[in-house]
């Protein structure tokens, strides 16, 4: 067990519609960031958020867009939805400290797979 | 160039040998970190072991060990006495400086354990 929930597990949209996926972090964890893994592939990183703020960004257009709360869940959001973003979307967690650098112990939930037709 | 190229895409071995999984990664950056994950089916990422650029040994952890090669960028995954348990899809990654939870990852190697 991770301590890191996210939700759906499951879902299926249409194209051009909306999606929001959800993240609870691991408690007292203040970065958040949010990978796409297609079929086959290995992840890739979309964004990550820090103590609230985007913190870094990969290649990904605006329609996927984020949000990290006081309490340090954490939103993903894709608009417009196209076939290609059929994916896993992994969220993963940990505790940042700025002076002393990244921590190396890094959680991640076990996914949300989104399907789109 | 990829960041991060692991050029197994599958990988048998007998119960209770041992496997080497392959890593290969490209930085410019002096500090980096390099992480090994396993993903079964369930599609959770599991962590198994860390090494630092800086780091003078290899990291081990319980049956796992990471064959860390700085001149040739190699850092290679080494499992010992392989369970039916180790079949999953395992995956390199590298962060660059302090970047938080930003990976580049590998495609991954599927490893199955044979009884």
């Known amino acids: 067990e991770t301590g890191v929930t996210q939700s759906p597990t499951h879902l299926i949209k249409t194209r051009g519609q909306q999606v929001t996926l959800r993240c609870s972090s691991q408690?007292?964890?203040?970065?958040v960031s949010w990978y796409q893994q297609a079929l086959g592939q290995g992840p890739q990183f979309i964004f990550q958020?820090?103590?609230?703020?985007?913190?870094g960004r990969g290649n990904f257009p605006p329609r996927f867009s984020g949000l990290q709360f006081p309490n340090y869940s954490s939103e993903l959001n894709v608009n417009a939805l196209e076939l290609d973003d059929s994916a896993l979307y992994l969220c993963?967690?940990?505790?940042?400290?700025?002076?002393?650098?990244?921590?190396?112990?890094?959680?991640f939930g076990e996914g949300s797979w989104l399907t789109v037709v | 160039a990829q960041k991060i190229t692991q050029t197994q895409p599958g990988m048998f071995v007998q119960e209770k040998e041992a496997v080497t999984l392959d890593c290969t990664y490209d930085?410019?950056?002096?500090?980096?970190?390099l992480f090994w994950y396993k993903q079964p089916s369930s599609g959770e990422m599991i962590f198994l072991i860390y090494?630092?650029?800086?780091?003078?040994q290899n990291a081990t952890e319980g049956r796992y060990s990471l064959n860390f090669q700085k001149a040739r960028k190699s850092a290679n995954l080494v499992i010992s006495a392989s369970q039916l348990g180790d079949s999953a899809m395992y995956f390199c990654?590298?962060?660059?400086?302090?970047?938080?939870?930003?990976?580049?990852f590998g495609t991954g190697t599927s490893l199955t354990v044979i009884p």
């Open positions: 993963a967690s940990s505790l940042r400290d700025i002076e002393e650098g990244s921590g190396n112990t890094i959680y």
């Open positions: 930085t410019s950056d002096p500090s980096y970190g």
């Open positions: 090494q630092g650029s800086y780091d003078q």
């Open positions: 990654a590298m962060r660059e400086g302090d970047a938080g939870n930003q990976f580049y």
């Open positions: 408690s007292g964890h203040n970065t």
């Open positions: 958020y820090y103590r609230e703020e985007e913190n």
